[in-house]
T-cell receptor, first 114, second 114 residues
Framework: AQKITQTQPGMFVQEKEAVTLDCTYD???????LFWYKQPSSGEMIFLIY??????QNATEGRYSLNFQKARKSANLVISASQLGDSAMYFC???????????FGQGTRLTINP | GAGVSQSPSNKVTEKGKDVELRCDPI?????LYWYRQSLGQGLEFLIY????????KSGLPSDRFSAERTGGSVSTLTIQRTQQEDSAVYLC????????????FGPGTRLTVT
């Protein structure tokens, strides 16, 4: 069965610093996709970045990058130059080739301090 | 273009009553998903639709929960004989078909069972 683990329930970071949010996953499939979503206090789920299991390059989207280490089954999210608006819950999720649903981790609450 | 919409945004109901939650996906998205987010349980998958059929209902917690989708568009999640443990935010998402396509989430319906 698929499983996503986010070991950091909460993180506090100073504004403008870079931050890494950890995510490890477990699947027996060779084909899968990894996603990161942001959920601000308003509640909406905002898609940030995607990494496919066959992608050789780490995904990047603006200030977001995904540090994909396939052998370690790790898909950490890196946010560069953090901003106050980055304060939110962050969820790592996975979808494997045999299923359509997303399996989510428990989330990390990120707080950016001025 | 318009995103995923859900109604109502909030619903308070008495224990034992039936409720219907509605989801309007993004036009052209053939895949539709229902998730539930509650404190302590994170985000849980409920059901997935491809067109009007539901090939994966594995997340429905009991036979009190059912869902349908008509015209390959609008979906309704029905909870019969509501219980207090059904209190949660119910999120709907839609996507194009394929492993790499992100799911776009609606704002959710907050259900409170008193």
């Amino acid at each position: 069965a698929q499983k996503i683990t986010q070991t950091q329930p909460g993180m506090f970071v100073q504004e403008k610093e870079a931050v890494t949010l950890d995510c490890t996953y477990d699947t027996s499939d060779q084909s899968y996709g990894l996603f990161w979503y942001k959920q601000p206090s308003s509640g909406e789920m905002i898609f940030l970045i995607y990494q496919g299991s066959y992608d050789e390059q780490n995904a990047t989207e603006g200030r977001y990058s995904l540090n994909f280490q396939k052998a370690r089954k790790s898909a950490n999210l890196v946010i560069s130059a953090s901003q106050l608006g980055d304060s939110a819950m962050y969820f790592c999720a996975m979808r494997d080739g045999g299923a359509q649903k997303l399996v989510f981790g428990q989330g990390t609450r990120l707080t950016i301090n001025p | 273009g318009a995103g995923v919409s859900q109604s109502p945004s909030n619903k308070v109901t008495e224990k034992g009553k039936d409720v219907e939650l509605r989801c309007d996906p993004i036009s052209g998205h053939t895949a539709l998903y229902w998730y539930r987010q509650s404190l302590g349980q994170g985000l849980e998958f409920l059901i997935y639709f491809q067109g009007n059929s539901a090939p994966d209902k594995s997340g429905l917690p009991s036979d009190r929960f059912s869902a349908e989708r008509t015209g390959g568009s609008v979906s309704t999640l029905t909870i019969q004989r509501t219980q207090q443990e059904d209190s949660a935010v119910y999120l709907c998402a839609s996507s194009l078909q394929g492993l790499s396509y992100e799911q776009y989430f609606g704002p959710g319906t907050r259900l409170t069972v008193t």
